[in-house]
């Protein structure tokens, strides 16, 4: 894995569309995999604002989303479908006929978690899936013990995680107990992964992930096992890494290795 440490949110957030931009630059029919949260907020406002002022074009790509709460339907205001369209689709060109968020009010869930892997597959597969990560370590809904051989299904959530997101809803009680997700298998055939993290309380888990012993119950740690997975972290995300010295050395002398191997 590549460690970015960025002194502020902000500049996580502008390097990790940075990174995004570069992507969609190189394959303009790029498959984009998304996620929602507070994280990849500063990242969408970056990328609306790379389209607006730099014509970054979006116009070809198709995305689909991590996950979704069960039961809620895409106009209610915390459903992973309302966060997606007001805080990116709305000030992007993307076509919205490529655009795929699991559907929380689906009749038929696990039909539903079929249809979507097919659709993954129909185009190709993931080129660059983007992830935040949650307290417990989670990458989409993919709660302690997710089988890293895990498909899109549903998926029961944690109580920290419950606890986590209730900051949303009006009560506790309110948050759903199911989403629907892509699994750990499908996150990491994704050809690039991004994962971005920020804030302190992000420090303890953030280390573990990336430094600690590879364990489904930590299921961000399968992305130990991937070719091309890159993580940008703020500072105080960072606090808590034991090898800060040497990633800040690699990311610093990139251009040497770069050279050596003629690229
Ligand atoms: C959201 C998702 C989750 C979040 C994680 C962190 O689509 O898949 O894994 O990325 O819970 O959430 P925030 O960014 O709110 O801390």
Redesign the pocket.
């Known amino acids: 894995m590549e460690i970015i440490i960025a002194p502020t949110y902000e500049e996580m957030s502008q390097i990790s569309a940075q990174f995004i931009a570069r992507e969609i630059k190189r394959k303009h029919d790029l498959v984009l995999g998304l996620?929602?949260?507070?994280?990849?907020i500063g990242t969408y406002k970056e990328l609306a604002r790379l389209h607006n002022e730099e014509g970054l074009d979006f116009s070809k790509i198709t995305t689909f989303?991590?996950?979704e709460y069960i039961g809620l339907p895409p106009l209610n205001k915390n459903s992973?479908n309302y966060f997606m369209q007001d805080n990116l689709f709305k000030y992007i060109n993307v076509n919205q006929a490529n655009v795929y968020v699991p559907q929380g009010n689906t009749e038929d869930p696990e039909e539903f978690c079929e249809w979507y892997e097919a659709q993954i597959k129909r185009v190709g597969g993931i080129d660059l899936q983007i992830?935040?990560?949650?307290g417990d370590g989670?990458?989409?809904?993919n709660e302690p013990g997710s089988s890293f051989a895990s498909r899109t299904r549903v998926k029961a959530l944690e109580r920290q995680?419950i606890e986590?997101?209730a900051r949303f809803f009006d009560r506790e009680e309110d948050v759903p107990r199911f989403a629907i997700?892509m699994g750990v298998g499908t996150i990491i055939e994704s050809k690039k992964i991004l994962l971005i993290a920020n804030g302190a309380k992000?420090a303890r888990i953030v280390a573990e992930f990336i430094e600690g012993p590879v364990t489904c119950q930590i299921t961000a740690t399968a992305l130990q096992l991937h070719t091309h997975a890159t993580v940008i972290l703020d500072e105080t995300a960072a606090s808590k890494l034991k090898r800060k010295v040497y990633y800040n050395w690699v990311r610093n002398n990139k251009h040497i290795i770069q050279k050596m191997v003629g690229r």
């Open positions: 996620a929602t949260g507070d994280t990849p989303n991590l996950d992973y992830l935040g990560i949650g989670h990458i989409g809904f995680t986590d997101n997700t992000k």
